[in-house]
């Protein structure tokens, strides 16, 4: 369905980062729909996500972010964490304004579908205590203290039985001989056989002796998995 992409572009790459499901349904649409004269408007709809869930990934972007940074030498204070978190989410707000705008344009959709919206305070601080509260989770510190970490992207893919897979983790983390794929779900508390699973996955990243680990929120407290899938 996909085509080839020697080199991606910067609306695919955020679109992956932030939504693997809107990638699909974005890229797929276009590819199936590229003969329709509203093809491209059609295929733009599945970029529109709620406020409620471009919050959560903007809670994901900016903690990986300041690992990023912490990983240089750099450690933010509470006041930059929480520009960079306005900063990000104005700006996907922003972005979902404007396509619902180019959309309603087209006529495809009406106006009680899709609205835009306008960045509101009290996102902002959940965001903020949000991210402050996974950074200072003691796991992530602990990871983030002892060892190096490197921050993958959501291109890095692996080849396995000739199919390129895309499921990076979102950080890989060495301490002695001990290897750690991260990953980050900021959306709701997964069940523990979904989570094996996807463990399963990114494991082909590292080696059967590879942990893997989830931070993902429960009740806006973030918990932490460890797994070790068994190799079959």
């Not at 890095?156 to 000739?162: A, Y």
């Amino acid at each position: 369905m996909f085509p080839q992409q020697p080199i991606w572009s910067n609306t695919r790459v955020d679109l992956l980062q932030r939504c693997s499901r809107a990638f699909v349904l974005r890229y797929g649409v276009a590819q199936l729909s590229q003969n329709h004269p509203k093809g491209q408007a059609l295929s733009e709809i599945f970029q529109i996500q709620t406020p409620w869930i471009l919050l959560h990934q903007t809670i994901r972007e900016t903690v990986l972010e300041y690992v990023e940074d912490y990983a240089n030498g750099t450690i933010w204070s509470t006041g930059l964490l929480s520009a960079k978190f306005k900063h990000g989410f104005t700006q996907l707000i922003r972005k979902r304004n404007q396509l619902i705008k180019g959309i309603m344009e087209t006529g495809l959709i009406s106006q009680p579908g899709f609205q835009c919206t306008q960045v509101e305070a009290h996102l902002i601080e959940m965001g903020t205590k949000l991210c402050i509260g996974l950074i200072h989770h003691p796991e992530f510190v602990r990871i983030l203290e002892v060892g190096t970490i490197k921050r993958l992207e959501p291109t890095d893919s692996i080849h396995q039985q000739n199919v390129r897979i895309y499921n990076a983790p979102d950080m890989m983390h060495f301490n002695n001989d001990q290897q750690f794929l991260i990953k980050i779900h900021p959306f709701q508390q997964r069940h523990k056989t979904e989570l094996e699973l996807q463990a399963s996955l990114l494991q082909l990243y590292g080696d059967e002796k590879t942990t893997i680990v989830f931070f993902h929120l429960n009740k806006r407290a973030w918990s932490c998995c460890k797994i070790v899938p068994n190799p079959t």
